[in-house]
């Protein structure tokens, strides 16, 4: 089964300037989006001291603007021509409650046949190989599309093959250091890319 396996943040949507915003809200703190930004050269659970206090209150300014995120049309639409030929998920380290109230939402609940978040495992490694298992894939027979550097290097630890997008969170610049299979500029592209890798 060949299967598209999608980070959600910087990808589907570009929620980058909200999660910004949110971050400084919830830790009092002025940090710039350089700053903020850096936490996704590794895996953001590592990056961020964990203080239950700060994270419930990012959680909970989080969803509430989440509430009013639309997804775009365009991208609507690419996802769901892939999902006539490939089995759709989505691995992230957001929470899997706001992502399922996203597609909700958004009347796009038939699209990703997982939704596997923060709840699931802070690690998008251990993720992976619980999707791998659970539907029974082969890693060559999966591709992972991403666009920050911490996520390719995760993508290397279970040997996926990264499609790396240019349009969120991190610059083509520094996606480059994690060496994924191909850097991309749009939803387009990505589409193009995936049809070649199996046809
Ligand atoms: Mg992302």
Redo the contacts with the bound molecule.
């Keep these: 089964m060949k299967t598209i396996i999608f980070?959600?943040?910087?990808?589907i949507h570009d929620t980058f300037d909200l999660a910004h915003k949110v971050k400084n809200e919830a830790t009092g703190k002025d940090s710039s989006k350089e700053e903020y930004r850096d936490f996704f050269n590794g895996n953001i659970f590592e990056a961020v001291a964990v203080d239950n206090e700060i994270e419930k209150n990012f959680l909970r300014l989080q969803k509430e603007a989440f509430k009013y995120l639309k997804l775009e049309k365009d991208i609507k639409q690419h996802l769901e021509n892939l999902s006539k030929n490939y089995f759709l998920c989505i691995i992230s380290s957001n929470q899997e409650d706001v992502l399922n109230m996203y597609f909700q939402n958004n009347d796009f609940v038939h699209i990703f046949k997982e939704i596997l978040g923060a709840e699931t495992h802070r690690s998008k490694v251990e993720k992976f190989k619980y999707l791998f298992a659970k539907h029974a894939l082969k890693v060559e027979d999966c591709v992972f599309v991403?666009?920050?550097l911490g996520?390719i290097l995760e993508g290397h630890k279970v040997g996926v093959k990264t499609i790396a997008v240019d349009f969120?969170?991190h610059e083509s610049e520094r996606l480059k250091k994690g060496k994924p299979f191909k850097i991309v500029s749009n939803f387009e592209e990505i589409s193009l890319a995936i049809n070649n890798l199996w046809k």
């Design positions: 980070d959600f943040d910087g990808v991403t666009d920050t996520d969120g969170f």
